[in-house]
Every structure is written in C-alpha cells, then in structure tokens.
C-alpha cells in the first residue's frame, strides 16, 4: 500500500513554547490531507483538513490560531501547536487518500506538553 | 451528521477462537475502512470495503451498505490481533475522505 510518513513519532515540551508535526506522503501526491486527534482511551476526531494551495479548513470547536496547518507541497503538510498547554497534550494523527480511494494513515506523534 | 456504533466495544478471546465485530452506520457511505491500532498507536489497514466482501489471510470483512452494516471476522485469534479495531466512514456526500471514526472494540486475545 501507499506510505504515509510522520515525524516526530514522540514529542516532549514545555507549556507555551510551539512544536510542529509534518506529514509526507513518500511515493503519492495528495492535495488533501487529514489531522486527527485522539486522546487516551477515545477514538479519533477530525481537527481539520489541509489543503494543497488554499487555506486548511477546521472542525467545529478547534482552534485556527493554535493549530496552524500548512500544506507546503503535494507530499507535505505541516500541524504546528503554538504555545501549547498541557490539555494540547494527545496522539495527533494525519492521512492521506491514496488515488481518491483508501486512505493511508501516518504513525501518529504523541505530544506531552509539560 | 452520520453516526457510527461499533459492538462489542470489549472482548477478550482465548488464543486459537474466532470472533466477529461489528459496525452499524446510520446513512449512506462512499468509503468504509477497518483498521486495527497496534500498542504504539498506529493505525493499520485492514480492509478498504465500501462494498461486498474481501479476504486477507486469517481476516475477513463484509459491507452490506444497503443495510448498513459491516463485519470483520477474525479467525484463530492470536495475540498479536490485540488491540484496537475501528471502522471508519465518509459519509454518501462526501468524497473527500475525511473519516468518522467509530468507538473501537477493544480486543485482548490470551494465550
């Protein structure tokens, strides 16, 4: 199947400060990506969908200005927590749908904001 | 918007037993996955089945969309098969992919 990369895969940072999360797709373009969130023991949410070129679109209840999207590229889009608090800590996940079918997941980064 | 149940939510096999989830949506669908999410996290393709049934190996899935409904067998459980299994969805109207996650049924198989 198609891969999709995410890195960090673990995070650790201190309150206020920014951390960013980027998701590449290695052997497929994808003009629309995926962010999810899931905390301890739930399933995953939909925070917002990036888009290659235009401006990211958010869940209802999700903050823009904390959670920055960019979609640099075809194979590139970036989450970036400004000034994290410990409630923004949480297992943040992208995806990608391959050739507008089945959709390929990243490994997930843990974030613990302390 | 749609609404998804998955049953049962926990069960714990001995190694070697089969077992069937389940997962009921409430509309219409243009995209059903299940995937299984290992210890670290990670979510695992399982099957891609908006339609119809498919095979892999020890795994099997069922969609019947008419009816809402889509099953995924596991056969001689082992206890690498721990973990979580969602089914995930885009809704009829939707065919961007962003998903709607069921709750999971957490699976814990014993050797």
């Known amino acids: 199947g198609a891969v999709v990369s995410q890195h960090p895969s673990w995070v650790i940072c201190k309150s206020g400060t920014s951390v960013k999360i980027e998701c590449r797709s290695l052997?497929?373009?994808?003009?629309?990506m995926f962010w999810y969130r899931q905390f301890p023991k739930q399933s995953l949410m939909l925070m917002a969908t990036?888009?290659?070129?235009?401006?990211?679109?958010?869940e209802q209840g999700v903050e823009k200005d904390k959670f920055l999207i960019n979609h640099a590229s075809l194979t590139l889009s970036t989450l970036t927590v400004t000034s994290a608090h410990p409630e923004d800590s949480s297992f943040y996940i992208c995806?990608?749908?391959?050739?507008?079918?089945?959709?390929?997941f990243g490994q997930g980064t843990r974030l613990t904001v302390v | 918007g749609i609404q998804v149940e998955q049953s049962p939510p926990d069960l714990i096999l001995q190694e070697g037993a089969n077992s069937t989830l389940r997962c009921n949506f409430s509309?219409?669908?243009?995209?059903l996955q299940w995937f299984h999410q290992n210890p670290w996290g990670q979510l695992i393709n399982l099957f891609y089945?908006?339609?119809g049934t498919k095979q892999n190996g020890r795994l099997s899935a069922t969609t019947v969309a008419t009816e809402r409904y889509s099953l995924l067998y596991i056969s001689s459980s082992q206890t690498t098969d721990s973990g979580v299994y969602f089914c995930a969805l885009s809704p009829g109207d939707n065919y961007g992919q962003n998903f709607v996650f069921g709750p999971g049924t957490r699976l814990s198989v014993l050797p």
């Open positions: 995806s990608a749908p391959h050739r507008h079918t089945e959709a390929f």
């Open positions: 990036s888009n290659e070129g235009s401006k990211a679109t958010y």
């Open positions: 089945i908006p339609s």
């Open positions: 509309d219409s669908v243009n995209n």
């Open positions: 052997d497929f373009q994808a003009t629309t």
